[in-house]
């Protein structure tokens, strides 16, 4: 049992955090001698939250390890797909599809469900910031404002989706680059004066972590950030964290500190700016110059995907409840234009708008339990998602 208010995996595994009506329906089809019967499930989505045309998948390797060892067949988009809720006819989009007797997963609905929504909601908001930032550096630093448990997931999920580092160092770990990150307001206060804390990082931390300095702690950004560049030898950036009591305007701010270090030589050093930024502000601060972004929150909190698993088959026969689409499907992607569409025949490719046939799109990932593909690097996760975001914007 987790110290903690976390399920352990364990817990997870077994089905522990699922919901309760799931044990009971196990249950009743126990008694019933149905909990066998063999049936065909799909991971769909209605709509994106917030109006998104699309979501980045995520949790795939999560959802492969929870059915591990379960006689099921579990087949899924790769993970790091952009995909669209919806086929380009309109028919909801199954971006994993699990087969087996309902007995072997029913009580796993919950848990892997939990997987896919809540990291695809944070790789789609980190690819999206990353898309406003338009090249400049994004760094995921939002695990402060969830349960810790959660940092790993936050900070894989947020790297898979374009973020170029992450502040956690068991999220790190994962994700397999350094932490990142600069200096707090506590090192400075601690220090007692900001030239002080500038040389002390200097002098102190290893020489292959990057000179960012902290320079909005006592004074105005725009002298911490020249007394930084004084102070702190090899200076890289400067990051502007000011509090939102002082902002006024913060493409101002940014403008100023350019300014200011051109002027007095550093034209070298660049300006990283963090706190209370989500895509819009992005937008706003990379025509006023800004190098690199820390997000926090709009990252970690990013709205849920609301994906729903749903029986489609059972025995062989197509079935489904009021708004769903009955059918074993395969799902087909255009190679050039990364257009979806669902087919009830595998053997039968559909074609794309563009002339192009399109090509069967899924993985076959757990066969009767077992693996059928090693785990993937996040890092070759992260790059095809920023070669779909590349194709997407032509
Ligand atoms: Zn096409």
């Given amino acids: 049992m987790s110290k903690f208010f976390s399920a352990d995996d364990e817990d997870i595994r077994k089905g522990s955090t699922t919901d309760v009506y799931f044990q009971r329906t196990e249950e009743i089809l ?216 002082r902002r006024g305007s913060m493409i101002d701010i940014v403008r100023e500190v350019r300014w200011e270090l051109d002027l007095h030589g550093y034209p070298n050093v660049g300006v990283f700016v963090s706190g209370g930024l989500d895509e819009g502000k992005i937008k706003e601060l990379v025509t006023a110059g800004v190098n690199g972004f820390g997000v926090g929150t709009a990252i970690s909190n990013a709205p849920t995907v609301d994906f729903a698993l749903d029986i489609v088959e059972k025995d062989g026969k197509p079935i489904s409840k009021r708004g769903k689409f009955g059918g074993r499907k395969f799902v087909f992607r255009c190679p050039d234009c990364l257009e979806f569409e669902v087919s009830l025949e595998k053997e039968r490719p559909p074609v794309c708008s563009c002339g192009k046939e399109m090509v069967w799109a899924e993985v076959k990932l757990l066969e009767n339990g077992r693996r059928l593909v090693p785990e993937e690097p996040a890092e070759s996760i992260r790059e095809r998602v920023l070669r779909q975001l590349e194709i997407a914007l032509l």
């Fill in 30 to 245: 126990r008694n019933k001698g149905l909990l066998d019967t063999h049936t065909c499930a799909e991971f769909t989505v209605s709509s994106l939250p917030e109006g998104w045309p699309w979501a980045v998948l995520c949790g795939n390797e999560e959802m492969v390890r929870i059915f591990e060892g379960r006689n099921v067949d579990l087949y899924a988009l790769p993970e790091g797909t952009l995909f669209t809720p919806r086929s380009k006819k309109g028919i909801k989009l199954p971006v994993a599809r699990i087969e087996g007797p309902y007995g072997q997963y029913c009580s796993l609905e919950t848990p892997s469900l939990g997987f896919i929504c809540y990291a695809t909601g944070v790789a789609t908001m980190s690819a999206r910031c990353k898309l406003a930032a338009a090249g400049r550096s994004v760094l995921s630093f939002g695990v402060r404002r969830m349960h810790p448990a959660m940092a790993p997931v936050i900070d894989r999920s947020s790297f898979i989706g374009g973020c170029d580092g992450v502040s956690s160092l068991k999220g790190a770990e994962l994700v397999g680059r350094p932490a990142s990150g600069t200096m707090p307001h506590a090192l400075v206060i601690m220090m007692g004066d900001q030239r002080e804390a500038f040389k002390a990082y200097g002098e102190i931390i290893d020489p292959t972590v990057p000179r960012v300095a902290l320079t909005d702690t006592f004074w105005d950004e725009k002298t911490e950030a020249i007394m930084a560049a004084e102070e702190m030898p090899g200076l890289q950036a400067v990051r502007l964290d000011t509090p939102g009591s």
